[in-house]
């Protein structure tokens, strides 16, 4: 079960804060307790809640050994999502969204293939006996596909679900997930419309402290779904290892 969410933690962190009133989306009524001096604020009784089940439907993804995608290019959220996305061992996309990533994966498996093959290249020698002008121009495919692809480049499969901050800005993410039916965990601000979304968490996704307070939530539920998949493991070694010891003591017994 994940950690339960205080909300003055998220009144401090500004979470309540949506958009102007004329900016907003109508379905996102039901998370919306006011309009304070043109903007709406949002309810954090309900962005607690949603939390929470968002918090413990990704512990059991982590869980069941499956990776949790994360999205954000917006400036505010790029270096938090990044650093929460590793702390939890995650894969993350920071920089443009790379069309086809989730619907044409095949592709991108290749390019993350290439990126191996020229690393290989730089170990084995292969990278020198190229002239000037050709390493440049690996150096460079390399650089590139680093930039777009670098963290997720451990990815072998398809992820077990997405975590997208800004929904309206990632749209193109937000449908190659729903055409794979990839559940899709968001930051949905007042402004975009929670029906793309699996589990809403109805939030600023705006202000860098209120990303931080929901990303670092979620990143801790990620690594404790991450920590049981390891208990449970290594309690299986060890039901193995005892069966084997008792089976190796019965057969010494039986030599007697």
Same mark, same amino acid.
């Given at each position: 079960?994940?950690?339960?969410?205080?909300?003055?933690?998220?009144? $401090?962190?500004?979470?309540?804060?949506?958009?102007?009133?004329?900016?907003?989306?109508?379905?996102?009524?039901?998370? !919306?307790?006011?309009?304070?001096?043109?903007?709406?604020?949002?309810?954090?009784?309900?962005?607690?809640? #949603?939390?929470?089940?968002?918090?413990?439907?990704?512990? /059991? !993804?982590?869980?069941?050994?499956?990776?949790? *995608?994360?999205?954000?290019?917006?400036?505010?959220?790029?270096?938090?999502?990044?650093?929460?996305?590793?702390?939890?061992?995650?894969?993350? !996309?920071? %920089?443009?969204?790379?069309?086809?990533?989730?619907?044409?994966?095949?592709?991108?498996?290749?390019?993350?293939?290439?990126?191996?093959?020229?690393?290989?290249? #730089?170990?084995?020698?292969?990278?020198?006996?190229?002239?000037?002008? %050709?390493? *440049?121009?690996? $150096?460079?495919?390399?650089?590139?596909? %680093?930039?777009?692809?670098?963290?997720?480049?451990?990815?072998?499969?398809?992820?077990?679900?997405?975590?997208?901050?800004?929904?309206?800005?990632?749209?193109?993410?937000?449908?190659?997930?729903? /055409?794979?039916?990839?559940?899709?965990?968001?930051?949905?601000?007042?402004?975009?419309?929670?029906?793309?979304?699996?589990?809403?968490?109805?939030?600023? $996704? $705006?202000?860098?402290?209120?990303?931080? /307070?929901?990303?670092?939530?979620?990143?801790?539920?990620?690594?404790?779904?991450?920590?049981?998949? /390891?208990?449970?493991?290594?309690?299986?070694?060890?039901?193995?290892?005892?069966?084997?010891?008792?089976?190796?003591? %019965?057969?010494?017994?039986?030599?007697?």
């Amino acid at each position: 079960m994940a950690n339960k969410v205080e909300v003055k933690e998220l009144l $401090d962190a500004g979470v309540h804060f949506g958009h102007l009133t004329r900016r907003w989306n109508p379905n996102m009524a039901p998370y !919306i307790y006011m309009e304070r001096n043109g903007i709406h604020i949002i309810n954090l009784y309900k962005s607690a809640a #949603k939390m929470e089940e968002a918090a413990n439907a990704l512990s /059991k !993804i982590a869980a069941s050994g499956r990776k949790i *995608l994360f999205v954000a290019t917006k400036k505010q959220a790029k270096e938090i999502v990044a650093e929460e996305a590793e702390r939890a061992n995650m894969p993350y !996309i920071t %920089e443009r969204w790379p069309g086809g990533m989730l619907t044409n994966f095949v592709t991108i498996r290749k390019a993350v293939k290439k990126m191996a093959s020229i690393d290989r290249m #730089k170990k084995d020698g292969t990278f020198n006996s190229l002239s000037k002008k %050709e390493r *440049l121009q690996v $150096d460079r495919l390399r650089a590139k596909l %680093e930039k777009n692809l670098g963290s997720i480049s451990d990815m072998t499969r398809l992820p077990g679900a997405l975590f997208v901050v800004d929904i309206t800005r990632e749209h193109i993410a937000i449908k190659e997930a729903q /055409k794979l039916n990839i559940p899709i965990f968001a930051m949905v601000d007042t402004n975009s419309d929670p029906r793309e979304v699996d589990y809403v968490i109805p939030s600023n $996704d $705006d202000a860098s402290k209120s990303i931080k /307070k929901v990303i670092s939530y979620v990143s801790d539920a990620i690594v404790d779904g991450l920590q049981e998949r /390891k208990a449970d493991k290594d309690a299986k070694k060890e039901v193995k290892a005892a069966k084997k010891q008792a089976e190796t003591k %019965e057969a010494t017994q039986e030599d007697k």
